[in-house]
């Protein structure tokens, strides 16, 4: 199994390098706790996103998405919900209280600050 595995990734790769493209290396470097940073780095280069303000924006979607989607599961099954998040996308506050008042659940959202980040 593992050999069929490599046979079709190394076919993969002599396509790509036929093609123009070098195959992205994924190696690890250096000490054993920064392979992380270096995959992240290497991987990053490849991803759409272009500018800091960009990348900000994709990842606060992305943890509002997760904090919704898991909200709207426990409220589907009538949970009474707690959550400690600020939602500055004001669409998924709206939809969740709008589920909330229709199955009956209650809903809590809480937003704490630490009071030396906001002074």
Known sequence: MLEAVTAKRFQKEQEDTEDGEAPEDHSNEGPPMHWQEHAGQRSS????????????????????????????????????????????????????LQLSASTGASLVIVECKPQDKYE
């Open 45 to 96: 280069k490849s991803l759409a996103i272009y500018s800091p303000v960009t990348a900000a924006k994709y990842l606060d979607d992305q943890s509002f998405q997760a904090v919704y989607q898991m909200a709207l599961s426990q409220l589907w099954l009538g949970l009474d919900l707690i959550i400690d998040t600020s939602f500055s996308c004001r669409t998924y506050l709206d939809q969740l």
